[in-house]
């Protein structure tokens, strides 16, 4: 029998106005958000940093709400630059 272990990576972590704030990497979530975030992609650029942002969001209780979009856009290519799997593979 084949035994599933979990092995997720480390969260994605970022400071923001002063503090500390944590995601789950790519690879760390859950299947149905991992499908969402690659039909999302699928979709497009702004329906992705959609998804990310409600993900941000949530993990963040709200923290991204006021970061300016050229901040934004820097931390989701950081975020995605950092995922241990490609969205849509």
Known sequence: MFKVESTAPAPFEF???GAEHSVPQLAALPMDD???FSEAAE???TAAVRWMYDLFMRETDGAVA???ASAFGQLAK???AA???EAGK
């Open 15 to 17: 400071e923001w106005r």
């Open 34 to 36: 991992l499908m969402a």
């Open 43 to 45: 979709r497009g650029e």
């Open 66 to 68: 006021d970061m300016p």
């Open 78 to 80: 950081a975020w995605q």
């Open 83 to 85: 995922r241990a799997v």
